[in-house]
């Protein structure tokens, strides 16, 4: 591989996993783990400047977490509330475009009017820190190609135009923490040829130099998408 060919990662997207056992490791309750998986976040959205990130795509809340204790799901999303209250005014400073993926117009009325406050707010941003809330990757390749149909011919080309990432770069690398090895219904489409990591270090102990690590790695890789 030549120098000018080094892998840069425009598009990385995380699970971020492990919050739960972070907290039973010390003895804690899960809200306390999930609060630090929300600071761990914040660390990572104001290191972007300083990587070749474009867009960061965060598993915040899947379709399938709502069978969680419903404490728990209340818990997350009064995390929601408070991360993008009290973090909109810091986004729109640094130039942080918001983007959300998945049904979250199905949540509480209050976070959707804030979601959509806040997507209007940084509209204008130069990086982007893509969300999945209430999202499915089946569910998301399902609408896309419904969408498709009803517009005509059904193809890969016509499908990705109707994915929830259709407007954001291809996605380059995909990181699972806590040691984790799956996707858990997270981004499938879009991991066709993404490179992929998985950590053992739990989520609220993920740094911006794990993250910068993880870049470092991703540029020693040849992707060769099916090639030689």
């Given at each position: 591989m030549?120098?000018?060919?080094?892998?840069?990662?425009?598009?990385?997207?995380?699970?971020?996993?492990?919050?739960?056992?972070?907290?039973?490791?010390?003895?804690?309750?899960?809200?306390?783990?999930?609060?630090?998986?929300?600071?761990?976040?914040?660390?990572?959205?104001?290191?972007?400047?300083?990587?070749?990130i474009e867009c960061l795509t965060l598993?915040?809340?899947?379709?399938?977490?709502?069978?969680?204790?419903?404490?728990?799901?209340?818990?997350?999303?009064?995390?929601?509330?408070?991360?993008?209250?009290?973090?909109?005014?810091?986004?729109?400073?640094?130039?942080?475009?918001?983007?959300?993926?998945?049904?979250w117009r199905g949540l509480a009325p209050d976070i959707v009017e804030m979601l959509e406050d806040a997507l209007e707010r940084t509209a204008g941003g130069s990086r982007t820190l893509a969300v999945a809330l209430n999202y499915g990757s089946q569910q998301e390749i399902a609408r896309a190609a419904a969408k498709a149909a009803a517009e005509g011919e059904v193809t890969?080309?016509?499908?990705?135009?109707?994915?929830?990432?259709?407007?954001?770069?291809?996605?380059?690398?995909?990181?699972?923490?806590?040691?984790e090895v799956r996707l858990s219904n997270f981004?499938?489409?879009?991991?066709?040829?993404?490179?992929m990591m998985f950590v053992d270090t739990l989520w609220p102990d993920f740094t911006p130099g794990h993250l910068k690590q993880a870049l470092e790695d991703f540029s020693g890789r040849e992707r060769r998408y099916g090639g030689r």
């Open positions: 030549q120098p000018d060919e080094t892998p840069r990662a425009r598009h990385v997207a995380i699970i971020m996993d492990g919050n739960g056992r972070w907290a039973k490791r010390r003895h804690l309750p899960r809200a306390i783990g999930h609060q630090r998986g929300v600071e761990a976040v914040r660390e990572l959205v104001r290191s972007l400047n300083e990587t070749s598993y915040a809340f899947s379709s399938e977490n709502w069978k969680r204790p419903e404490d728990e799901v209340g818990d997350l999303m009064n995390l929601m509330r408070k991360f993008v209250k009290s973090d909109l005014p810091e986004f729109i400073a640094n130039g942080v475009k918001l983007h959300i993926l998945g049904n890969t080309d016509t499908i990705a135009a109707h994915l929830d990432t259709a407007e954001l770069p291809p996605l380059d690398l995909l990181i699972r923490t806590s040691g981004l499938l489409w879009q991991s066709a040829y993404a490179e």
